[in-house]
């Protein structure tokens, strides 16, 4: 039991910080808060069906879909995000994202109707770990999480154009006056952002349900880690998404799983008023 949580524990947060990871990079270096953020996760499980059940190669299904998801995203921060922040109409862009997810949900709803879906493992071979069998789509999807993180960190942190995000996201103002198109650094940002969390929508899909309501309880938990690790803190973010993940497993194991929302709402809201910025956020002025 105890091996059952530490397990879909890892898992779980290997999941969440993927999310979470984009929606604290949009918000952290562009200022914005992107709701669609879960439509994405739920755009790119729907796509990688689509693709596979149409005859293509697994390998391409993934490719092709993150590769439309990330345009999504560049489209969204390109056109109507950038010119409502110019404009400095913040709340519109609340009601843009939140809104052009529920249409992207209707769209969907027409398309593909209100089966649920799933598409076949990536990988199969089960391996027995700390004596529970654990199946291996949930190994590949927390190989692939990890191995994910790692490289966004690597490239934010070591790449020179990661190094003009970490500039723009600590003085946008600054960087524009050094001669950074911060405009361009905010579309990559919101393609990478999409694409992180088109992958976790994918590489969920063979073991947990393909469905239209899929991008809402994925948009508040990534709202709520973003929130609990402190606002713009990419390691706050994670740290927090551990912290969450399995504070659900434990809640499920000695209370119900039905109550795991709701322990993860009110753990946010005590944070909200007792500590505001989080784990490792910083206040703001």
């Known amino acids: 039991m105890i091996a059952n949580l530490l397990i879909n524990g890892a898992v779980n947060a290997s999941i969440y910080a993927l999310i979470a990871l984009g929606f604290s990079l949009t918000f952290g270096v562009a ?5 669609y953020h879960g439509a994405y996760y739920m ?39 950038l010119y409502l922040q110019k404009k400095g109409e ?19 709803k027409l398309i593909f109707g209100t089966s649920h879906y799933s598409i076949k493992p990536f990988y199969d071979q089960s391996i027995l770990l700390l004596g529970e069998t654990v199946p291996g789509s949930r190994i590949f999807a927390f190989f692939v999480s990890v191995v994910s993180i790692v490289i966004v960190m690597f490239f934010i942190n070591k790449t020179k154009f990661g190094k003009l995000i970490l500039a723009t996201s600590q ?33 969920i899909s063979p073991f947990l349900s393909i469905n239209l309501g899929m991008w809402l309880p994925t948009l508040i938990k990534a709202f709520s880690i973003v929130i609990l690790g402190g606002l713009g803190s990419i390691w706050g973010s994670i740290l927090a998404a551990i912290f969450m993940a399995y504070l659900e497993q ?17 753990i946010v809201f005590l944070f909200l008023v007792f500590k505001p910025t989080g784990f490792m956020g910083k206040k703001v002025a």
Do not use: C, H, R
């Open 31 to 35: 200022g914005i808060v992107n709701l």
């Open 43 to 81: 755009v790119g499980a729907y796509l990688a069906y689509f693709f596979i059940s149409i005859g293509l190669p697994a390998f391409f299904s993934v490719v092709l879909s993150l590769f439309s998801v990330m345009l999504i995203g560049v489209f969204l921060m390109k056109y109507p995000i």
């Open 90 to 108: 913040s709340i519109y862009i609340l009601i843009l994202t939140l809104g052009s997810a529920y249409f992207t949900q209707y769209l969907f």
């Open 171 to 203: 003085d946008k103002y600054a960087a524009q006056l050094l001669g950074v198109n911060t405009s361009l650094i905010f579309i990559v940002t919101s393609a990478l952002s999409a694409g992180l969390s088109g992958l976790a929508g994918i590489v």
């Open 250 to 266: 434990f809640v499920a194991l000695v209370w119900t799983s039905s109550m795991t929302e709701v322990v993860f709402l009110v």
